[in-house]
């Protein structure tokens, strides 16, 4: 991957959920600026709200009902500029890629018209029992299907 044009905003697509979120006290770190590892809260915020829109919201009984788990295996987050107290953040996400077991979230978080990171978690369907990968169910693939864009930012 080309760390070049990873440091570079990326295209929003119209799919994505958008969500909206304000910079706490707990968010910051010693320098007053949005700690990096918060980063993982926005998303979180917004993968949830992904997995709403897709007609499953998340819960132990979905996952129950649906014999998996869904696991976190990579995460990647390229920062671009920083976040202060009280900022109103937007937090957009979208799937850029789904496989058989497997599906990557990408997202983006800006203020106003300023991106302040960009970044992409891969996510593995898991049976709950054996934690060996199993593929996505298909209610949970049909869900997402609306919210799939092909990014390329190689």
């Not at 958008?18 to 007053?32: F, P």
């Not at 709200?49 to 295996?73: C, T």
Request: with cysteine.
């Amino acid at each position: 991957m080309n760390t070049k044009t990873l440091k570079q905003p990326i295209e929003i697509p119209s799919i994505a959920i958008k969500v909206q979120e304000r910079v706490r006290w707990s968010d910051l770190d010693a320098a007053g600026i949005l700690y990096f590892g918060n980063y993982i809260r926005l998303f979180e915020i917004g993968e949830t709200e992904l997995f709403r829109a897709a007609g499953h919201p998340y819960s132990n009984k979905q996952f129950d009902e649906l014999g998996i788990w869904m696991l976190r295996v990579q995460f990647n987050c390229t920062f671009l500029s920083s976040g202060y107290i009280d900022d109103l953040l937007s937090i957009y996400v979208w799937i850029s890629h789904i496989g058989g077991a497997s599906l990557d979230i990408q997202f983006v978080v800006c203020r106003d018209s300023t991106m302040l990171g960009h970044g992409i978690c891969t996510i593995v369907s898991t049976d709950r029992q054996t934690k060996k990968a199993k593929r996505i169910p298909e209610s949970l693939r049909n869900g997402f299907n609306p919210f799939i864009f092909n990014h390329d930012i190689q």
